[in-house]
């Protein structure tokens, strides 16, 4: 019976979060801490940041990812199963009704008033969230001076997995160097390097539709943005997806909360229909689970290896690095005028002087802001 409550309490949680998400992985990632570390206190600053070091260093959606993670540390196999289910169905089922009117329409419903103050609320919430994951993850100036750089990097546009592995591997080099011990240490292959053969589409039937999102949910790193680079090549090039409709489906995956990869259920349902969103969605998805399955129960060995443990390490400062530049890029394109300078200050106020409460309301109150200011 307590279990049962527990898997109710992770599915109430991540269900909670599919539904308010909106902002892309790092705002996901930000309320996920609030919700798991600050408020239920499931799990320690560094638990937590383990297992952003831990998705960070797999393909597929982040903050999916994340969920996952956290729902099978804390309930197993069921827990895993309920937080990734509850966190995607409601992006997913949003998704699907507006593929449905889109495909019956042919246009899109009018949203900019209601996420022009989303956008710079959830920035605010963001930092409030790798403030604390920032002073707990650089634990000397060396590591410090290793999120620098990679801060740097990635707003230079430096490929995300390239800098997650380079810090962990220059790191552990540093260390090598500064102990001269011939510890032995398994060394880790980034699924990046993978050869997955490229899959043509000859006709839109779902079997082609589940092996492509498949691969691609399979080797795909970094923000669920990227996605959009794969889909460009894999659908409009061949013809089985206008580019308009792709544009449209990156619209849909800005505007709807959950994970951005709820955007396939868009595109499988114009390509095939409802049977081609359901398949798309899965086969894009499916990856996630498995490599979670497979990572979460090695964290303790990597803790325990104090090599492993170092270059877990460097990856975590990485990571909280990364956010911060998707934070900086988002702040560039967002924050430009009075009106959502004035609603980042009153967030940034609310998230560091009121941290009782919850993220969501934070959000929704700048979307009514700003919809407010956008009228004066």
Request: charged share 10%; net charge positive; aromatic share 14%.
């Amino acid at each position: 019976m307590k279990n049962n409550l527990h898997l109710k309490e992770i599915a109430k949680v991540f269900a909670k979060l599919g539904i308010i998400g909106f902002g892309g992985p790092a705002a996901h990632i930000a309320m996920m801490h609030d919700e798991v570390v600050v408020k239920r206190k499931w799990m320690s600053e560094q638990h937590f940041l383990d297992l952003l070091g831990a998705t960070n260093l797999i393909p597929g959606p982040n903050s999916t990812e994340m969920a996952i993670h956290i729902g099978y540390d804390k309930g197993g196999w069921k827990g895993l199963l309920i937080a990734g289910l509850c966190f995607i169905l409601p992006a997913v089922l949003i998704t699907g009704i507006f593929a449905l009117l889109y495909h019956h329409y042919g246009q899109l419903p009018e949203v900019q008033p209601f996420i022009y103050g989303i956008k710079p609320a959830i920035i605010a919430v963001i930092i409030g969230a790798i403030y604390p994951l920032a002073r707990k993850s650089v634990k000397s100036l060396f590591l410090g001076i290793v999120g620098i750089v990679v801060l740097i990097a990635a707003v230079f546009g430096v490929n995300e997995i390239y800098l997650m592995f380079g810090a962990g591997l220059f790191t552990l080099v540093v260390y090598y160097f500064q102990n001269r011990k011939a510890d032995t240490f398994q060394s880790i292959v980034p699924f990046a390097f993978l050869q997955i053969t490229q899959t043509t589409f000859w006709t839109a039937t779902n079997a082609q539709l589940f092996w492509t999102f498949l691969k691609i949910g399979s080797i795909l790193y970094g923000s669920g943005y990227v996605l959009f680079a794969f889909l460009d090549t894999e659908l409009v090039a061949t013809g089985l997806l206008t580019r308009q409709q792709l544009m449209d489906a990156i619209a849909v995956g800005q505007f709807t909360p959950g994970p951005v990869f709820s955007s396939v259920t868009f595109i499988g349902f114009q390509i095939n229909g409802l049977s081609g969103a359901i398949v798309s969605t899965i086969a894009i998805f499916l990856p996630s689970f498995v490599f979670v399955a497979l990572l979460n129960p090695l964290m303790k060995k990597l803790r325990n290896s104090k090599w492993l443990s170092i270059f877990l390490d460097a990856v975590n400062v990485a990571s909280v690095a990364i956010i911060a530049a998707v934070c900086y890029e988002m702040g560039k394109e967002t924050i430009t005028d009075w009106r959502t300078i004035l609603i980042a200050v009153i967030s940034a106020i609310i998230v560091f002087n009121f941290k009782k409460i919850n993220s969501a309301f934070i959000v929704l109150g700048g979307s009514f802001l700003g919809y407010i200011l956008i009228a004066i």
